[in-house]
């Protein structure tokens, strides 16, 4: 199993990007998916959160601002980010199937390396 993230960057404040998580080894229908970020000095924390319905969750700092959606046909994970702020700095990571727990709670047993986003 794979998951290798893309499309991170710098952008000022007020910005958008669009993240990508490409996976290979498993079928993205088949199992919950999230984005997670964890910036300098800081705990790592959940994001968004889609479930093979494809129901969604945020957290709050990033809800009407962060969309989270899937392509089972690609095998592909996309974050888009609109209104980006100098918080959502941090490393974004992507992550699969959940082992146990809910949500933005589970613990994941998949995970990409990440890629970075700056907002200045």
């Known amino acids: 199993v794979q998951l290798v993230e893309s499309g991170g960057g710098s952008v000022q404040s007020g910005g958008s990007l669009r993240l990508f998580c490409a996976a290979s080894?498993?079928?993205?229908?088949?199992?919950?998916m999230a984005w997670f970020r964890q910036a300098v000095g800081k705990e790592r924390e959940g994001v968004a959160f889609?479930?093979?319905?494809?129901?969604?969750t945020y957290a709050d700092s990033v809800k009407g601002r962060f969309t989270i959606s899937k392509d089972n046909a690609k095998n592909h994970l996309y974050l888009q980010m609109n209104m980006l702020k100098p918080d959502d700095t941090a490393k974004y990571y992507c992550?699969?199937?959940?082992?146990?727990?809910?949500?933005?709670?589970?613990?994941?047993?998949?995970w990409g390396q990440g890629t970075q986003v700056t907002v200045s």
């Open positions: 889609i479930d093979t319905s494809g129901t969604t």
């Open positions: 992550a699969a199937h959940c082992l146990r727990g809910r949500g933005l709670a589970c613990v994941f047993g998949y």
């Open positions: 080894g498993f079928t993205a229908g088949t199992y919950s």
